[in-house]
């Protein structure tokens, strides 16, 4: 690969970042009394548990949780979890109308290679374990972690049956994806090797082109770009 075409992969990869962060700060900016409006509806029924079929061999996938209000709308997180080493990496929430979430969300977690429906208390035990897990080396959530799990309310992990195992043969496994660039994937390898030793932890920081992790982005970005009005009553 020419040196020319690896600069200009670099510099796609930049742009696409760039517009993700500037999609992510803006929805976060419209959705700041959304905690409070989780809360309220977080005793609201179950509608989807599942995770997307793909994230124990890949490592990396997907965690919808859903309810299913009176009005007709539907209440969500969807987390992107990685249960090799960083936890949940990604997370975005909503309320809006059923016709959107089953379009824009649900149907395309089927379309993109199927779904395992879990039990509400195997959700938040997943999702709650792989955020422990990062944190023993002390690597955080995302940002919105904080406020997509309000989601779960009071589902209590108790009476959960399912174990999980997280990393890769007995030790983390960090693998750079898209956004990871240098700085941070030298911040994630530092932390990990303060935490195991250098010979404590696998990683992998590939060379990658424009799209290679698409298919993990894909229905973030694509419900990213729907014009939806967020006041929808609960």
Known sequence: MSVNIRKRQKKL????????????????????????????????????????????????????????????????????????????????????PRTIYDSRLYDKLLEGGGVRHIRPEAARKLVEGAVEYAGRFDLP??????????????IATNDCTEEFVFGRDGKPYFVAGPYDDAARSHFIMRALEQSCGADGYHFTIPMMAPGDFDEIDEIDDEYDEIDVDDEYDE
């Not at 959530?141 to 009071?154: A, R, T």
Request: hydrophobic letters at 45%; charged letters at 25%.
């Open 141 to 154: 959530p995302h940002l919105d972690y904080s406020v997509g799990k309000l989601i779960f309310g009071d």
């Open 13 to 96: 990869e930049k742009q696409k970042a760039k517009k993700k962060a500037e999609r992510k700060q803006l929805a976060r900016r419209q959705s700041q009394g959304m905690p409070a409006r989780l809360l309220a509806v977080a005793a609201a029924p179950i509608l989807h548990c599942c995770h997307t079929s793909s994230l124990w061999d890949v490592g990396i996938g997907n965690v919808l949780v859903s309810r299913e209000l009176r009005n007709g709308n539907v209440a969500f997180a969807m987390f992107l979890v990685d249960v090799c080493c960083l936890g949940v990496k990604d997370v975005f929430f909503d309320i809006c």
